[in-house]
């Protein structure tokens, strides 16, 4: 693997752990959609960050197949796009 390659993963790496710790610390409270993790962590960093899908829904699938949380996972009826519950 080149330096470079490791580089861009170490990055990645560095990236995701906060991400991570802000999931986890929302799932303290309980059991919630992803929607709402996303928008736990909207409010509790007063708009300052924003957690898109393309992020918030690979972290739950990271978490989840580390064994950190169980999820479960469907297809909202009116939207093409994961829903989970995770826990």
């Not at 309980?30 to 996303?38: E, L, V, W």
């Not at 007063?46 to 999820?71: D, I, K």
């Amino acid at each position: 693997m080149s330096s470079m390659t490791k580089q861009a993963q170490q990055r990645v790496g560095v990236l995701q752990g906060p991400w991570t710790c802000l999931i986890l610390r929302t799932l303290l409270y309980g059991p919630a959609h992803g929607h709402q993790i996303g928008k736990h962590i909207q409010r509790t960093t007063n708009e300052f960050l924003q957690m898109q899908h393309g992020s918030l829904y690979p972290a739950l699938h990271r978490l989840e197949e580390r064994g950190w949380v169980s999820a479960k996972w469907e297809t909202a009826p009116d939207r093409n796009r994961d829903s989970s519950t995770t826990d």
